[in-house]
T-cell receptor
Framework: DAGITQSPRHKVTETGTPVTLRCHQT?????MYWYRQDPGHGLRLIHY???????DKGEVSDGYSVSRSKTEDFLLTLESATSSQTSVYFC????????????FGEGSRLTVL | QQQVKQSPQSLIVQKGGISIINCAYE??????FPWYQQFPGKGPALLIA?????SEKKEGRFTISFNKSAKQFSLHIMDSQPGDSATYFC???????????FGTGTRLKVLA
C-alpha cells in the first residue's frame, strides 16, 4: 500500500468552516498528489507537490490550498468549505524511476452541510 | 477541461465474456497511458500501462490496445469474472510533467 495514510477518513462539517486533510507517507517519495473523486467526473487533480515547500496547481485548485513542510506530510486545506467540495479526496504518491507509478491512499470522505 | 474521454460510463458483462473500455485523448504530448482499477471503499490501483511505441500490451487476462493515429486506447478484459467488478479509470501523462489526467471512469459489473 506504499505506506500512505489519510486522515481523517470521514468528516462532516458545516459550510464556511475550515477543513484540513492530512496525507502521511512512510517511504520518502518526492511526488505527492491530492485528487478529488466525484460521480461523472472521475479523478481530478487538485494540487501536487514535487518536494518540501514545492507545490503546483492542478485542474480544480480554486478553494483549496496545500502545504508540505516535511517530505512525509502533504496537507490539503479548504479555507472555507462549500457544499460543492463534498467529495472523496484521495492522496497519492508517485514512485521514482521510469514513468513512475501512482499509489493511492484509502480516501477521505468529506461532507459539507 | 477533460483531456481524456472515457466510455462507456457503465458496463454489464456475463461471466466469461469480454469487457471493453475505451479512452480517447487530444494532447499528443501524452506518452504514458495507465489503467487503474478501483474497488468500493478503496483507492485506485495500477492495473496495466502502455507507452505509445507499442500497439498492444497483455498481462494475463488484461490487454491494452493502443492506436496512436486515432489517439485512442482501450482496455480488454478477457474471460471476465465477477471479481473483476470494479470501476476502471484510464489515465494519461507526459514525461517530465508528473501530472496524471484521468478519465471519468467505467463501472463494470460481471454477472455470475
Amino acid at each position: 500500500d506504499a505506506g500512505i495514510t489519510q486522515s481523517p477518513r470521514h468528516k462532516v462539517t458545516e459550510t464556511g468552516t475550515p477543513v484540513t486533510l492530512r496525507c502521511h507517507q512512510t517511504e520518502n517519495h518526492r511526488y505527492m498528489y491530492w485528487y478529488r473523486q466525484d460521480p461523472g467526473h472521475g479523478l481530478r487533480l487538485i494540487h501536487y507537490s514535487y518536494g518540501v515547500k514545492d507545490t503546483d496547481k492542478g485542474e480544480v485548485s480554486d478553494g483549496y490550498s496545500v502545504s508540505r513542510s516535511k517530505t512525509e506530510d502533504f496537507l490539503l486545506t479548504l479555507e472555507s468549505a462549500t457544499s460543492s467540495q463534498t467529495s472523496v479526496y484521495f492522496c497519492a504518491i508517485r514512485t521514482s524511476g521510469g514513468n513512475g507509478e501512482l499509489f493511492f491512499g484509502e480516501g477521505s470522505r468529506l461532507t459539507v452541510l | 477541461q477533460q483531456q481524456v474521454k472515457q466510455s462507456p460510463q457503465s458496463l454489464i458483462v456475463q461471466k466469461g465474456g469480454i469487457s471493453i473500455i475505451n479512452c480517447a485523448y487530444e494532447n499528443t504530448a501524452f506518452d504514458y497511458f495507465p489503467w487503474y482499477q478501483q474497488f468500493p471503499g478503496k483507492g485506485p490501483a495500477l492495473l496495466i500501462a502502455i507507452r505509445p511505441d507499442v500497439s498492444e500490451k497483455k498481462e494475463g487476462r488484461f490487454t491494452i490496445s493502443f492506436n496512436k493515429s486515432a489517439k485512442q486506447f482501450s482496455l480488454h478484459i478477457m474471460d471476465s469474472q465477477p471479481g473483476d467488478s470494479a470501476t476502471y479509470f484510464c489515465a494519461a501523462s507526459t514525461s517530465g510533467t508528473y501530472k496524471y489526467i484521468f478519465g471519468t471512469g467505467t463501472r463494470l459489473k460481471v454477472l455470475a
